[in-house]
């Protein structure tokens, strides 16, 4: 076949040498000499405008090109090229070609829509269909037919590398001899591995066992330069009114469940290391904004750099379950760094959610941690007047607006409370006072004790008859000094001082069984 096209080629040149001046018209391709119009080879080249030509011709001869190219800015003929620099398709329309030395492109696309609204026009379209390759994952008990692809999870086998070999895990292995999996998991290159009734053989290493419509390996070898594995610019100018989306990502498995028998499933894009001690990527997704808006006022990169469209009325689900769904061991979900500034909030909810952020997991330390936050001249937490914060029902904090007062109890309105805290100072509180802090000591009171309950904040003293003077000392010694009040149960007076370390009594001879009670307010 090539022997047979370059005879023709060589025969449509040396016939346009000839005639310069003469389009290369497949209307008159009869007319040249040894081209015949229903020659394959030659309608490929013609049909659609035009070709240009580069043979090898005798030492000495300059090349001879048969060029179709128009002017710029005018209609473009479609072909198939053969340049210096390698073999293109070039589709050109009104716009122009890229021409010139410095263009190394193996194929190019630069077309124009010609239909009318109801015709869908791509530059380039693949449609892909798989069919075959499945593979379902192994378990015991279940029943596996001759005929069957399955993934062994954690099995490792051999594959030729270069003249050697490489080892790879979760390969796929076919029965020979149908039945249940017994649990014995196949593993290794073997062709007759027995599993109970089921024998195994293997099938592949499964590193190849994907089906990709678009596929692009690039190579960055030692000596080149910049490299970009894919180059996606987006020039949009639209002249009239519409809607021009620079990109879109559509990934729809018919609304239909997948039994791919895949750890990686479903994945719209997909990032994943090389093995181990490899890294990826350094930003998944990066917006920046340096390259656009330096120096500007307001350096922004994007409007929204995760947009998801949808209206609370919408019929359907825009997702089904999560917008953010982190099953890893990262350090955080979402974190900003220190030194950024957010006009109102780091995370901002104006939904109509049932709940604005709930937590069902087991926490170690806390639900909500500001140890190491600052808040200048705000606040760690505002909750709106009235609002309360509820432990499931068993207690309630927050202001009460019925009587104006900051309340602790089960209930968030009227007087069912159990401590408030009323705007204006006062404090109230719906059962006893009583302070649990520590127990003070006694001294100079002979046999006299303190009894149980007694703390630096009220107590009684079961004083020795007979005795005339006793002094309490806190256990916790006051910034100031403390305000007391006493009386004695046999009614006789008490005079002393107070201090911020205690208190001094004196009192006449007290009979027996005597109390004497002490208040002591003050911090």
């Not at 006893?432 to 303190?450: E, I, K, N, V």
């Not at 910034?479 to 004695?488: E, G, R, V």
């Not at 005079?495 to 027996?512: C, E, K, R």
């Amino acid at each position: 076949m090539f022997q047979k096209f370059k005879s023709i080629a060589v025969a449509a040149v040396l016939a346009l040498a000839a005639v310069p001046a003469m389009a290369w018209d497949y209307s008159q391709v009869g007319s040249y000499p040894n081209i015949d119009a229903n020659n394959v080879e030659a309608r490929q080249l013609v049909t659609h405008g035009g070709a240009t030509l580069m043979l090898p011709l005798p030492s000495g001869v300059a090349p001879y090109f048969v060029n179709v190219h128009n002017l710029a800015n005018t209609p473009q003929p479609d072909g198939i090229y053969i340049t210096p620099y390698g073999p293109y398709v070039d589709y050109c329309s009104i716009g122009g070609c890229l021409d010139g030395n410095h263009l190394r492109t193996t194929m190019l696309i630069n077309t124009t829509t010609q239909a009318e609204a109801d015709a869908q026009e791509n530059a380039l379209a693949i449609n892909f269909t798989s069919k075959t390759g499945k593979t379902v994952a192994y378990e015991v008990g279940k029943q596996y037919n001759i005929g069957d692809r399955v993934k062994v999870r954690y099995s490792r086998c051999e594959f030729p590398v270069g003249g050697g070999t490489s080892s790879e895990e979760d390969c796929i292995y076919t029965p020979v001899v149908a039945g249940v999996a017994a649990g014995n998991r196949p593993t290794g290159n073997g062709q007759s591995i027995q599993d109970g009734p089921v024998t195994w053989r293997f099938f592949g290493a499964g590193i190849n066992d994907g089906k990709t419509a678009l596929n692009i390996a690039c190579n960055a070898e030692e000596g080149s330069g910049q490299i970009w594995c894919t180059n996606f610019n987006f020039s949009v100018r639209y002249k009239g009114a519409g809607t021009a989306w620079g990109e879109e990502k559509d990934c729809n498995n018919g609304n239909e469940d997948s039994s791919a028998g895949s750890r990686f499933f479903m994945a719209c894009t997909f990032y994943g290391g090389g093995g181990a001690g490899t890294f990826p990527f350094l930003a998944h997704q990066f917006v920046g904004s340096g390259a656009v808006n330096a120096g500007g006022p307001q350096p922004w990169g994007a409007h929204s750099f995760i947009h998801i469209a949808g209206e609370p009325g919408d019929t359907g689900s825009v997702i089904k379950d999560q917008v953010l769904l982190d099953a890893g061991n990262s350090g955080s979900t979402i974190r900003a760094l220190a030194g950024r500034r957010h006009t109102d909030a780091f995370l901002w909810d104006e939904s109509n959610s049932t709940r604005v952020l709930r937590a069902s997991g087991s926490h170690a330390v806390a639900g909500i941690d500001f140890t190491s936050a600052q808040f200048p001249s705000g606040n760690a937490v505002i909750l709106p007047n009235g609002s309360f914060i509820n432990w499931a029902g068993g207690g309630l904090i927050g202001h009460n607006g019925a009587i104006g007062a900051f309340t602790i109890g089960t209930s968030n309105s009227g007087e069912t409370y159990s401590v408030a805290a009323h705007d204006n100072g006062d404090l109230s509180y719906g059962n006893h006072l009583g302070s649990r802090g520590a127990r003070p000591t006694l001294s100079a009171c002979g046999a006299s004790t303190l009894v149980d309950g007694a703390t630096d904040d009220h107590g009684i003293i079961s004083v020795e008859g007979g005795t005339t003077a006793c002094a309490l000392n806190f256990a916790s010694a006051r910034q100031k000094k403390a305000s007391c009040t006493f009386w004695m149960t046999s009614g006789q007076g008490v005079s002393g001082g107070t201090s911020s370390a205690g208190v001094q009594l004196f009192y006449p001879s007290a009979p027996l069984y005597t109390e004497i009670h002490y208040h002591c307010l003050g911090r």
